[in-house]
């Protein structure tokens, strides 16, 4: 199928570590141009870590954009150089202290086509054990277990509003119930 676009120029706006903003100036079908913005940003990753009991841990992270405290999956960005999967061991650690005895990929998924690249995979860590955390400055981190069907109904009730941590969850119903 033919692209329906043509991109006629671009430039980039904002640039920082974790994601830069790129101005497009496009031609419609119709023939019209109108600038178009792109976040353009690292892939990601979504851990769904459930402990040996078959409890699932939830990270409970204050958002500044939004002023809230969010229950959500343990997640990051994808480095350079690194695969989806070497990025989620590490998060998994990072986040909540984790390993897996098991990591499945789950699927992926893009999480935000109408503005943005990102390319999220999503894995469920089985067997997870528990340590010691290392988070980044900026996060600021608690965590929450909860049983698999209780996980489950917190994302399809909303109390899990984090779009990305609700789908990996439902993506794993069949696993946690």
């Not at 019209?32 to 979504?46: F, G």
């Not at 204050?62 to 809230?68: H, L, N």
């Not at 049983?147 to 439902?170: F, N, P, Y």
């Amino acid at each position: 199928m033919k692209k329906p676009y043509q991109t006629l120029s671009n430039k980039i706006l904002i640039k920082n570590p974790w994601f830069s903003v790129q101005q497009d100036e496009i031609r419609l079908p119709s023939g019209e141009q109108t600038a178009y913005n792109v976040i353009r940003k690292a892939n990601a990753v979504w851990i769904v870590p459930v402990l040996s009991d078959g409890r699932v841990v939830l990270i409970n992270q204050y958002r500044y954009p939004i002023s809230e405290w969010c229950l959500e999956i343990p997640a990051g960005g994808v480095l350079p150089d690194s695969t989806p999967e070497e990025m989620a061991i590490r998060e998994l650690k990072e986040e909540i202290g984790g390993t897996a005895q098991t990591l499945k990929s789950i699927g992926t998924y893009w999480t935000m086509n109408g503005i943005g690249n990102e390319l999220g995979h999503f894995y469920l860590a089985t067997g997870v054990t528990l340590g010691e955390q290392h988070h980044e400055p900026t996060e600021v981190i608690e965590l929450k277990i909860v049983s698999g069907t209780k996980a489950v109904e917190m994302a399809q009730s909303g109390e899990i509003a984090d779009a990305q941590s609700a789908l990996g969850i439902l993506l794993c119903k069949d696993w946690l119930s």
